[in-house]
């Protein structure tokens, strides 16, 4: 009897501590495919600048750092901006000079990386009136929505080529409506990126568009960035490294395999015009084949560069207050990715 009594004991003693277990490796499971829900703010509608977070969403690099993305769309820089200083986003691209005026104003957020390294700024304008330099603006309209970050940056491009900021009229238009203003004749020129070249072609035929790069007459500070609120450094900094490195990495593969990238683009977002966004994203990779990302990798923030931004914004733009320009941005969660291109 004594040996039946044993086993039967081991079973029972076996059963309990299995059902105590239980909980635990339910818990240890549950706490291994939990994921951090993160929002990212983009700057505009989907174009060729932001297919890289769309890679990174279908090849899993988000989820491989335990992170659920999601991308919203913005009405330009000043609204990407905010959400980030209100905590509707975790994390927001916006024009630098936007987050500057920002900082002057009290918004608590700081560049984490940056996209291009030049900058795509730039006005477009019509053959038959073109704006072929800075003083043919005088007495023109500009069509742009309210938080555009050339319309807030135009007072430093203005007084930097001796232009009253007061002498060109702004036109609030939507951002899906820029190509068709300009080409209805609406508006005299519009502000938009030099990488949207070919949406205005389409639209208006190759010869018949005329574009003003700002960077030709003198103004190249830094340009699109991405942007999170001091709250959210502070509390959740990991989340926003892993989030870098995702990001990065699906540019690097952007840049390394264009056709394969769009075809994924194309898929997360139906209604993109592949043709357009080919021509477009291949002229904002040109904007980051530079010797700083090739030394330092990508998104890096060169220091002597974002002083002179912050010096421009500081002397041009009426700002609330003189911003420091050692305070604006950091490095310390930027990965080093590296450019996967020759320099241009």
């Known amino acids: 009897m004594k040996d ?3 086993p039967r004991f081991t079973m029972r003693w076996l059963a309990l501590a299995l059902s105590s277990l239980l909980p635990l490796i339910g818990a240890s499971a549950a706490a291994q495919t939990a994921k951090t829900p993160l929002k990212l703010a983009i700057n505009w509608f989907p174009t060729g600048d932001h ?4 890679v990174a969403q279908e090849k899993g690099y988000f989820d491989k750092h335990g992170l659920v993305v999601s991308i919203e769309n913005s009405k330009g820089s000043g609204d990407a901006l905010a959400k980030a200083d209100t905590d509707r986003a975790d994390v927001a691209i916006a024009d630098t000079s936007v987050v500057l005026a920002a900082i002057a104003r009290g918004a608590k957020v700081k560049i984490v990386g940056m996209i291009f390294d030049e900058t795509p700024q ?3 304008s019509r053959k038959d009136a073109p ?8 007495g023109k309209s500009i069509g742009a929505p309210p938080g555009d970050g050339q319309r807030m940056a135009w007072p430093a491009f203005a007084r930097k080529n001796g232009i009253d900021p007061a002498s060109v009229t702004w036109i609030n238009i939507e951002p899906t409506a820029k190509v068709a203003a300009l080409a209805a004749k609406r508006v005299d ?29 003198g103004y190249n500070m830094y340009s699109m960035a991405f942007v999170v609120s001091e709250k959210t ?18 540019w690097s593969d952007v840049m390394a395999e264009r056709e394969p990238s769009l075809e994924i683009y194309k898929k997360r977002v139906p209604e993109l015009d592949v043709a ?17 990302y090739k030394d330092n990798g ?3 923030i060169d220091e002597k560069k974002m002083c002179e931004s912050t010096d421009i914004a500081n002397t041009y733009m009426g700002l609330a207050r003189k911003v420091d320009c050692t305070t604006v941005y950091t490095n310390k969660l930027l990965p080093k990715v590296a450019l996967p291109l020759s320099v241009k």
Do not use: C, H, S
């Open 233 to 250: 450094l502070a509390e959740r900094p990991e989340a926003i490294r892993k989030f870098l490195q995702a990001a990065y990495t699906g």
């Open 131 to 138: 704006l072929r330099e800075p003083k043919d603006m005088v």
């Open 122 to 124: 730039n006005i477009f």
């Open 51 to 54: 297919g890289a977070y769309y």
């Open 276 to 292: 357009y966004v080919r021509r477009n994203m291949a002229m904002g990779i040109d904007l980051m084949r530079t010797q700083r």
């Open 4 to 6: 039946l009594v044993k």
């Open 189 to 217: 020129g519009v502000a938009d990126f030099i990488t949207g070249k070919p949406n205005y072609e389409k639209a208006m035929g190759a010869d018949d568009v005329v574009e003003m790069p700002w960077a030709k007459f």
């Open 298 to 300: 990508l998104g890096w």
